[in-house]
């Protein structure tokens, strides 16, 4: 996949270090609940789950290295978890190292993620979340057509403690209206 100023690729081994890189950095774990690796090793392990799962048959967890078309430089990851065939929906997620925080990557990564999801993978919903403290995150989702639809409370387990959570989604004819 790529869009004007990036690339996604399914994540590989040759990727192992510099997604140990993004995933030890505080700033991009304050919202994450997978918590910041004891070692390259643990992210190692991480990283071979990934590839295990995106290389089944039937692949419902893809994840992704995105980088800049013109530099290739790493800046972050994101996802598609898709649901059982008869829901036909996915879930989203990303995580950007923060000095390509603020350029409209996540806009962008989001957008090719639902372009992928609507036309490719013939999805009917696609659905989102974030710590309500996430105000990037939330704004990115509002952007790209995402519609919030309730918060769960003190679901995300972070280390400041239980947050509450934005459920946000998105409808295959909603997004087909944002369309030029």
Known sequence: MYSDRLTYQLI???DLQEFHELIIIPEVDKFNTMGIPESIEVTRQLLDEAIKEQNKKKANKLTYSVKLKDTEDFIGICGIIKSSEKYAKAELWMKFHPKFWNNGYATETIQTLLKACFKEYQLHRVEAGCAVENHASKRVLEKCGFIIEGIQRKNLPLKSGWSNNYEFGILEE???????
Request: overall charge positive.
């Open 12 to 14: 590989k081994v040759n």
């Open 174 to 180: 909603e997004w087909n209206k944002q369309l030029p």
